[in-house]
C-alpha cells in the first residue's frame, strides 16, 4: 500500500475510499476519507491577515494554571459566550448542502443546535472555516452554575473515600472554560486549591487525566511540550504531535503561555533538544507562519510537486531544504492539492516518497504534515490506535489526544477511528483501560 504507515481503509460502503491512493492511476481528488469533495469549503483554519492572535497584551496570565483568557480555542467549535458570561451553543456550521461524511453515518452525530447571535463580541480572528464541519463531543454545560459544581466536588472529596463518579459526572460534562470557573469558585468558597485537593485524592492514569482536564487548552499543550524535552532524552513524538497539528494562532499562544509560565523560549529548548533537519523541521513550525488562505492555486500545486520530485525520487541523495520550506509555509488544502499533483506526476505517493527520502524523526514530522493535510481526524485516529495498540498502553497519549480534541473534533476522529480500524474508538478503550480511568474517558469520548 503508497501509504506506508497508514492504514488501509476497507472499501466497504465508502465511496472510492482505499487509505491513501494506491500509486498509479490517482482517484478522484478528495476520497480521502474524511476530506471534503473539491467542490465543498476546505475544513481548514484560515486566519484573516491582520487580526491578532489570542489573548491581549495584558490578558489574564496563567497564573498556577488558572483563569485562561476567554480566548476563543482556534479549531474548536466556536462558542459564542452569551450574556451571562459562559460559552453557549456552538455552531458546527457545515457545508451547504454537503454531508461532511458518507451517508452510512447516522444522522444523530449531528444534532442541530440553536444558533446564539454574539453579543458585541469580536471572535472575527477565528475565522468560519477553522470550525467547519467538525464538532468536539463535550459542549459547554446550559444552566451551568460554578459555585454548585465546586460545592459538590468538594462533597466528593471529603470524608472517607473519594466519590469519583461524581467528580467524574463533573468534569466530563463541563467545557474547558467552566472547568476554569469552578477552580476559581472552589478557591473562592474554600480558600484551598482545587488541584490540590484533587491530586491528594487521586493516582496514577486517573490524576493525570483529571489533572489534563483542568488545565487550560493552551497551558496543557505548552505544560506537554515542557514536559517533553525536560530531563533525560526528550519526546520526540509528543513535539510533532502537537507543533506540526495545531494552528498558527494554537501555537503563537502556545508560544507566548511556555514563556510566560515556565519562563523559557520554546524555540531555544527545541534548538537544544532536537538535531539537524528535524529540529530545522519544529523551528519552522513554532513560528506559527503557515500560509492559511483557503484557495488553492493549482499551479503552485504543479510547480511544488515538481520541486519536490526534483528534491528527492529525481535525483542522488534529497535535498531536504526544498521539502522543508514547501511543507512548512503552504497551507493544507495546498499541500492536500500537492500532493494529489505529485501522485499524477510522479505515479507514487508524496507520502511513501518521504518515506524513502528520510528516516527517523524528520520522516515522522513530514509525514504528520501530510497527513493532517489530507484529514486531521485520520492523523489522531491513528495515534490513538497505536496507543493501545499491542502490549500495554501510551496513557499519556491517550489521555493528551482524547483531552485536546475533545472541544474541536473528537465526534470526526471516531468516524475516522470506525473507518480506518472496523471497531469503535470506545470498545477499544474500554478494553484496553479500567476503574474510573476508564468511566472518564468513556464519558469524554461520548460511548
Not at 444523530?108 to 464538532?135: I, K, R, W
Not at 459538590?152 to 466519590?163: H, P, V
Not at 510533532?240 to 494552528?247: A, G, K, M, N, V
Request: proline share 8%; hydrophobic share 30%.
Amino acid at each position: 500500500m503508497g501509504g506506508g504507515a497508514y492504514p488501509q481503509v476497507p472499501s466497504s460502503g465508502y465511496p472510492g475510499a482505499g487509505g491513501y491512493p494506491a500509486p498509479g492511476g490517482y482517484p478522484a481528488p478528495g476520497v480521502y476519507p474524511g476530506t471534503p469533495q473539491p467542490g465543498g469549503a476546505p475544513s481548514y483554519p484560515a486566519v484573516p491577515p491582520g487580526q491578532g492572535f489570542g489573548v491581549p497584551p495584558g490578558g489574564a496570565g496563567f497564573s498556577g494554571y488558572p483563569q485562561p483568557p476567554s480566548q476563543s480555542y482556534g479549531g474548536g467549535p466556536t462558542q459564542v459566550p452569551l450574556p451571562g458570561g459562559f460559552p453557549g451553543g456552538q455552531m458546527p456550521s457545515q457545508y451547504p448542502g454537503q454531508a461532511p461524511y458518507p451517508s452510512q453515518i447516522s444522522t444523530e452525530s449531528f444534532p442541530s443546535y440553536p444558533v446564539f447571535s454574539p453579543v458585541s463580541l469580536d471572535y472575527s480572528s477565528e475565522p468560519a472555516a477553522m470550525t467547519q464541519g467538525t464538532q468536539g463531543t463535550i459542549r459547554p454545560a446550559a444552566n451551568f452554575d460554578a459555585m454548585r459544581d465546586a460545592e459538590i466536588l468538594r462533597k466528593a472529596m471529603k470524608g472517607f473515600g473519594t466519590d469519583e463518579q461524581a467528580i467524574v459526572d463533573v468534569v466530563a460534562n463541563r467545557s474547558n472554560d467552566q472547568r476554569q470557573k469552578i477552580k476559581a469558585a472552589f478557591k473562592t468558597m474554600y480558600g484551598k486549591d482545587l488541584i490540590k485537593d484533587l491530586k491528594s485524592e487521586l493516582s496514577g492514569n486517573m490524576e493525570e487525566l483529571i489533572l489534563a482536564l483542568f488545565m487550560p487548552s493552551t497551558y496543557y499543550d505548552a505544560w506537554s511540550l515542557r514536559n517533553a524535552m525536560k530531563g533525560a532524552g526528550t519526546q520526540e513524538r509528543v513535539l510533532i504531535e502537537i507543533l506540526c497539528t495545531r494552528t498558527n494562532q494554537e501555537i503563537r499562544e502556545i508560544v507566548r503561555c511556555y514563556q510566560s509560565e515556565f519562563g523559557r523560549d520554546l524555540e531555544k529548548d527545541i534548538r537544544s533538544d532536537t538535531s539537524g533537519h528535524f529540529e530545522r523541521l519544529l523551528v519552522s513550525m513554532c513560528q506559527g507562519n503557515r500560509d492559511e488562505n483557503q484557495s488553492v492555486n493549482h499551479q503552485m500545486a504543479q510547480d511544488d510537486a515538481q520541486r519536490l520530485y526534483q528534491a528527492g525520487e529525481g535525483r542522488l541523495g534529497t535535498d531536504e531544504s526544498c521539502f522543508n520550506m514547501i511543507l512548512a509555509t503552504r497551507s493544507f488544502p495546498q499541500l492536500k492539492a500537492t500532493m494529489e499533483a505529485y501522485s499524477r506526476m510522479a505515479n507514487r505517493d508524496l507520502l511513501s516518497s518521504v518515506g524513502r527520502e528520510f528516516s527517523g524523526y524528520v520522516e515522522s514530522g513530514l509525514k504528520a504534515i501530510l497527513q493532517c493535510a489530507l484529514s486531521r481526524p485520520a492523523f489522531f485516529a491513528e495515534r490513538l490506535y497505536y496507543s493501545m495498540k499491542g502490549a500495554g498502553t501510551d496513557d499519556s497519549t491517550l489521555v493528551r489526544i482524547v483531552v485536546t480534541r475533545s472541544e474541536i473534533d473528537l465526534v470526526q476522529i471516531k468516524q475516522m477511528f470506525t473507518q480506518m480500524y472496523q471497531k469503535t474508538l470506545g470498545t477499544v478503550i474500554a478494553s484496553d483501560t479500567s476503574g474510573d480511568y476508564r468511566k472518564l474517558l468513556l464519558a469524554i469520548v461520548g460511548q
